[in-house]
């Protein structure tokens, strides 16, 4: 069992800066992917970024490329994101998730079995 547990959301002006951050809790050693979705009103949720744990490659949206940075503390079993450059576009409910899907993608919710609470961010132009 694996649990997920997201900070640093709030409200932020365009041009700004946010870090998110999760920490999880239980088995996550064959964990494949860690990464971050988020989900605006009436849209669907989509993958942000995402680290291969075994090996730390990254992977990002190309609407958040140069903006956003994912990195994993593996001492401390946190993910983080640092969000630079905020756009309102970007406003929504951000989402942490572990994948233990070998083979997986690593934007496909679906391969992702395992989801915080959310975090709220708002980006005001």
């Known amino acids: 069992q694996v649990q997920l547990v997201e900070s640093g959301g709030g409200s932020v002006q365009a041009g700004g800066s946010l870090r998110l951050s999760c920490a999880a809790f239980?088995?996550?050693?064959?964990?494949?992917?860690m990464g971050w979705f988020r989900q605006a009103p009436g849209k669907e949720r989509e993958g942000v970024a995402a680290?291969?744990?075994?090996?730390?490659?990254?992977y990002y949206a190309d609407s958040v490329k140069g903006r956003f940075t994912i990195s994993q503390d593996n001492a401390k079993n946190t993910l983080h994101l640092q969000m630079n450059s905020l756009k309102p576009e970007d406003t929504a409910m951000y989402y942490c998730?572990?994948?233990?899907?070998?083979?997986?993608?690593?934007?496909?919710?679906?391969?992702?079995?395992?989801w915080g609470q959310g975090t709220q961010v708002t980006v005001s132009s």
């Open positions: 680290i291969y744990t075994d090996g730390g490659s990254a």
């Open positions: 239980g088995y996550i050693y064959s964990t494949v992917y």
């Open positions: 998730a572990a994948s233990f899907v070998y083979g997986g993608s690593w934007y496909d919710a679906t391969d992702f079995g395992y």
